[in-house]
């Protein structure tokens, strides 16, 4: 869900908030696609500009609920980085 400023200043601290780039090596979705999750709500992020912050607290939980989801299937959800 993309946030207004008001939003952000009222319920969250910008230290919530990580860059796309950070989000990218966090998660190992590419920069266009987590964009996308911002744009259709499915992760919190706030853009000024061009650059785009995403709520950390919103990635982990997308992250959790796509490993839950395709414990099998690994063509889809996030890359596991260890």
Do not use: H
């Amino acid at each position: 869900m993309l946030m207004s400023k008001t939003e952000l200043n009222r319920s969250n601290a910008i230290e919530d908030f990580i860059s796309i780039a950070k989000a990218v090596r966090y998660s190992g979705y590419s920069e266009q696609y987590l964009r996308r999750m911002a744009r259709g709500g499915e992760i919190r992020a706030v853009k000024f500009g061009f650059f785009w912050m995403i709520e950390r607290a919103s990635l982990e939980a997308y992250l959790e609920r796509a490993r839950s989801k395709n414990t099998e299937d690994k063509r889809f959800g996030p890359r596991d980085f260890e």
